[in-house]
């Protein structure tokens, strides 16, 4: 048996002294509140503005390693995955916590495939919208309207039920990207094409105008694959913090997956790649790299798409995709920023400035370059991650459904305003 691990903490304001239980590296912060309470004092209570440090969950999804530099979905490595699976296969794995039989992944594409499509009256809700909105804009709506076509996604805990629910937000997540890309260029909507892959008819409901059938490079859909299955997940990132947090409350899984999208909104987290694509726009030419180094190390320039709240090491998304791009330009030709990109990498890794704050390129730096050289403008890049992630989203909340220690987010706060303050009437005030 292993010995128990303890950490032992003296209060100095009292004396006491308490024990409390390490597992797995953490201790629970119910045993933390249990420092100085009495029957007057509430215990004391962990304060950790953004949850640097604050375990919420147990999970089984995916692990990294920031200091090493590894990912690894249900145990499997990122590299691996990305090289010899798909996407669909994938967003299985993260979802049910194993590979599947071929009977399995049949089943599996066969169901995604027959619910790509979406019901008549959400192009309606599409059409609605301004012709310059926000493709994620249209997508939040539209994934939260898809609740009210589905009332019976409500009953959480049948697992048939959530089943097929899972199958829909997958299925159809593509669909509405790419009509919400076509509402902003007043394109008609494409339906889907069950003769297509999961990449393919994402891109023929991109791209496809006139012509009968629609065949995409093979090459642009295996780098869609590879950065769908880089962006599935990615533990516990804001997104997936604000499925779980809009999860708890027991309410059906596109209200939650509409929660993660918002959260992925933000330009602080869905929209980096974009932020690298201005920088390496203002920086314009290779011969203009060392300036805006020494611009950075000055405090005037800001490095984006460098460095990782997680990741203390080479992100192992950015090697992927690095190689992802050499397939992508064979295809659209060279992107031009891609020789500043390369430039600007060589530069900072072997700078000691860059080198010793661990700054290294992450999964955006790259991500950008491919996004364009495909023709999505900035605002759609969001849409591109929003897609893949939702795998990883419904693989957070349904360990979050199955899990007896999980309760209703409901954080505590320090409270820093006014007390008993006397109320004076509006009559009396404005006198």
């Not at 597992?23 to 933390?32: L, Q, W």
């Not at 089943?107 to 012709?131: A, L, N, P, Q, S």
């Not at 005037?300 to 992100?315: A, I, S």
Request: glycine residues 6%; contains cysteine; charged residues 25%.
């Amino acid at each position: 048996m292993t010995q128990k691990q303890t950490l032992t903490v003296r209060d100095n304001r009292t004396g006491d002294e308490y024990e409390l239980d390490i597992t797995d590296g953490a201790i629970r912060a119910s045993d933390v509140g249990k420092i100085g309470k009495t029957e007057d004092e509430a215990g004391l209570a962990v304060y950790d503005p953004g949850f640097t440090n604050t375990a919420s969950t147990r999970s089984a999804v995916t692990f990294i390693d920031g200091d090493k530099g590894i990912l690894e979905y249900r145990g499997y490595p990122i590299e691996q995955l990305a090289e010899s699976s798909n996407f669909l296969e994938v967003a299985y794995l993260l979802i049910y916590g194993e590979l599947p039989t071929r009977e399995q992944y049949e089943r599996w594409e066969h169901e995604i495939t027959f619910h790509t499509f979406v019901h008549e009256d959400i192009k309606t809700v599409m059409r609605g919208f301004r012709y310059d909105a926000h493709p994620m804009g249209m997508l939040l709506s539209s994934v939260g309207a898809l609740s009210t076509f589905y009332p019976e996604a409500r009953n959480i805990t049948d697992e048939q039920i959530r089943h097929e629910q899972i199958v829909r937000l997958i299925a159809k997540m593509p669909t509405l990207g790419a009509w919400s890309f076509r509402h902003a260029q007043g394109k008609p909507y494409v339906y889907p094409d069950n003769d297509l892959s999961y990449a393919e008819n994402f891109l023929s409901m991109l791209f496809r105008m006139s012509e009968p059938k629609y065949e995409p490079d093979p090459r642009l859909t295996k780098a869609l694959e590879v950065l769908f299955i880089l962006h599935a997940d990615h533990e516990q990132n804001a997104s997936a913090n604000a499925v779980r947090s809009v999860g708890s409350t027991q309410v059906d899984p596109y209200s939650a997956v509409s929660a993660g999208i918002a959260a992925l909104f933000g330009p602080l987290h869905g929209g980096a790649n974009e932020a690298v694509l201005r920088m390496l726009k203002r920086i314009g030419s290779k011969e203009k790299v060392p300036a805006f180094i020494e611009g950075v190390k000055n405090g005037d320039e800001r490095l984006m798409g460098f460095g990782h709240r997680v990741y203390k090491n080479y992100d192992p998304r950015a090697k992927i995709i690095k190689k992802a791009c050499d397939e992508v330009f064979e295809v659209t030709g060279v992107n031009p920023l891609l020789e500043v990109a390369q430039e600007l990498e060589k530069i900072a890794l072997e700078d000691d400035y860059f080198v010793s704050r661990k700054l290294y390129p992450n999964v955006d730096f790259y991500s950008g370059l491919i996004y364009e050289a495909l023709q999505f403008p900035p605002e759609m890049f969001t849409v591109l991650f929003a897609i893949p992630r939702t795998a990883g989203w419904l693989a957070q909340w349904i360990e979050l459904v199955d899990d007896p220690e999980q309760k209703i987010a409901r954080p505590k706060q320090i409270y820093t305003g006014g007390r008993e303050l006397d109320f004076v009437p509006a009559s009396e005030r404005w006198k």
